[in-house]
């Protein structure tokens, strides 16, 4: 008899400013069955928000790359989750993050690693990929992790490309990823792993 992994309480905190970010959060919230927490554009969430981040057990981060980093906006959010951090709300939480540039490198290893050691100032547990990079001469444009990332998603859209001009690809990466932290999150809750 296969045993079930308790659902669990996933939430994604995105920033996006032209729709892409926000196309990718919404595939990771598919594949996590999560809530979509939106920071607006001056890199605020309200009250309601900050209690649904504290109450999850797992919890995503997303931007897109701008300049070598995530945007302002989410700094802004991830100075603010400084009042969480100070009162231990996010410790041992499980973690993941993605995003999105323009160009094929565009730093986004950057944001990622940013998001990770937030994650780790909180005390959390990060979740990695765990899909193969598509990164031989037959590779195309939509295969999953055609970025070859292993820390977590990044897509690539072109500047002059509309959101629904996205890799289907970048965006099955994405929802693969939204499982699989809702997948570790809920072993987690179920006691599967143990720290002793």
């Known amino acids: 008899m296969t045993q079930r992994t308790p659902s ?7 920033h996006s400013g ?16 999560a ?8 890199g605020n969430i309200d009250d309601k928000a900050w209690d649904t981040l504290a109450e999850a057990d797992a919890i995503l981060f997303g931007s897109p790359t701008y ?8 700094k802004k959010f991830a100075d603010t989750s400084s009042k969480p951090w100070f009162e231990g ?14 160009s094929v490198n565009g730093d986004k290893l950057n944001t990622l690693e940013y998001f990770f050691l937030l994650a780790g100032q ?9 899909i193969k990079p598509a990164n031989v001469k037959a590779s195309k ?11 977590g998603p990044m897509a690539q859209t072109p500047a002059d490309a509309s959101p629904q001009e996205m890799s289907p690809g970048d965006l099955e990466t994405a929802r693969c990823y939204g499982a699989r932290v809702a997948l570790i999150a809920g072993q987690f809750k179920a006691g599967k792993y143990s720290s002793h």
């Open 141 to 151: 444009r939509d295969d999953l992790n055609r970025m070859g990332s292993y820390i």
């Open 122 to 130: 909180h005390g959390g547990i990060w979740v990695s990929m765990d």
């Open 35 to 42: 809530v979509l927490v939106a920071i607006d554009p001056d």
């Open 8 to 14: 669990t309480n996933t939430v994604v905190v995105y």
């Open 89 to 102: 709300r996010w410790q041992n939480k499980i973690f993941g993050g993605f995003t999105n540039s323009a």
């Open 18 to 33: 032209y729709g892409h970010t926000e196309r990718m959060a919404k595939a990771i919230a598919e594949g996590a069955d």
């Open 67 to 74: 300049m070598g980093g995530p945007s302002w906006q989410f």
